[in-house]
């Protein structure tokens, strides 16, 4: 379905007046917001029952607080509370390590912010976390009701926060955050509110490198806005031009803090094992787990990432909106392309949002009881899911 002709029907339910656009005309009004947040909150109560039922089962106790503060966590509150190094972090043999120069400033300025008014770092990450889904949650449900139809986005809110990686969204990391945003970002846009996607669009890009697909999607909407009317094609094209300018913006100012234009990729190499090698780590991975089959949890991230290459394919098939497909595109580009640890991708997959869209449209069109039924079912698995990467599984998302 169209994406603009769905908020043209959208418009004539709801009613908004002739030529004024706002943000809030493809809610689905309060109600429709009050639902997405209550399956949010469904989704997340459901989840952190299964961190503990599975935490009471493993050798080494910890709270479920706990649990939702390690790995990332630990980093972003470091930047929080004590700000970036002055350059290059190095062990006691001299080999370069990863440091917090490698995570984007939104989140730990949030932290800290929290922080300042007296609420506990860990806390306040937490909350800050929390609070973000919720915005997640509206956000993804005005995008899915924009492009098309209430119902739409609900499943998207569903969908979304109980995949199989959707546990970051309860966690100290940036995820839910970075989905707040970037829905907000692509809704301001469809409803060509420039001045709030825009300002989404930098925040976006300021908050994980995958910003940058934002920002070039966000360019993309600003052009087919003034290929439809060149009146006041300023708002559009200053749009994009903010957005355009974070990643670079942090990434030079990496490289300054530093002295070395490559310093952000440096680090990300060295501490985590993050570069751009075209593929070639993920093909390798997916060869050598398919063939040998060692250990479920690679065996799975091998199927979400076939799974979701697949669904991609159904959603641009689908032709959706362009800006969203070349969000999504990108982004998986950045995903697939790129090192590192194999277990983190199906997070990394999680904002990509291109890839719910085919189980997204289904699940708007068919029987109330089918969509709610395969809905569940599918909660059902990732919030599992997530519960036993937290929990079981030894290494980090």
């Not at 050798?59 to 966590?73: F, K, M, N, T, V």
């Not at 939104?106 to 306040?124: F, K, N, Q």
């Not at 959706?320 to 640890?341: C, D, E, K, T």
Request: hydrophobic share 55%; proline share 5%; charged share 10%.
């Amino acid at each position: 379905m169209d994406g603009v002709k769905a908020v043209d029907e959208v418009e004539a339910e709801t009613g908004p007046r002739a030529g004024k656009t706002r943000l809030w005309d493809a809610a689905g009004g309060g109600q429709g917001v009050l639902v997405a947040i209550g399956i949010l909150a469904l989704t997340r109560a459901g989840q952190l029952l299964m961190i503990w039922w599975l935490g009471g089962a493993t050798a080494e106790p910890r709270s479920i607080r706990e649990r939702l503060l390690i790995w990332d966590g630990g980093w972003f509150l470091r930047v929080a509370m004590d700000g970036y190094p002055q350059g290059y972090t190095y062990d006691a043999n001299g080999t370069l390590q990863g440091s917090e120069l490698a995570f984007f400033p939104v989140y730990p300025m949030l932290i800290r912010a929290g922080a300042a008014l007296g609420i506990e770092p860990s806390t306040a990450a937490l909350a800050v976390a929390w609070l973000a889904s919720i915005g997640a949650a509206i956000a993804l449900h005005l995008l899915g009701t924009s492009l098309y139809g209430k119902r739409a986005g609900w499943a998207l809110v569903a969908i979304c926060c109980s995949a199989p990686a959707s546990v970051v969204l309860s966690m100290a990391y940036s995820e839910s955050i970075y989905i707040a945003l970037v829905a907000g970002m692509l809704v301001a846009a469809h409803r060509r509110v420039w001045w709030a996607a825009g300002l989404l669009g930098l925040a976006t890009a300021l908050s994980r490198p995958t910003g940058a697909a934002a920002a070039i999607a966000l360019a993309v909407a600003a052009l087919l806005a003034v290929r439809e009317s060149r009146k006041q094609a300023w708002r559009p094209l200053t749009a994009a031009a903010v957005a355009l300018a974070g990643v670079p913006l942090f990434l030079g100012w990496v490289a300054w803090r530093v002295g070395e234009p490559s310093a952000w990729f440096k680090i990300q190499t060295a501490g985590w094992g993050t570069s751009f090698d075209f593929g070639s780590s993920t093909l390798d991975f997916l060869r050598t787990t398919l063939r040998t089959g060692d250990g479920w949890i690679p065996m799975s991230v091998a199927l979400i990432l076939l799974v979701a290459l697949a669904a991609a394919g159904v959603a641009l098939a689908q032709k959706p909106w362009l800006p969203l497909a070349v969000y999504g595109v990108i982004a998986m580009i950045l995903v697939y392309g790129q090192a590192g640890f194999y277990h983190s991708k199906p997070r990394l997959l999680l904002p990509v949002l291109l890839t719910l869209l085919p189980a997204v449209v289904a699940a708007s069109r068919a029987r109330p009881r089918v969509a709610v039924l395969s809905i569940v079912a599918w909660a059902l698995f990732g919030l599992w899911y997530g519960a036993y990467l937290v929990t079981v599984w030894p290494f980090t998302l």
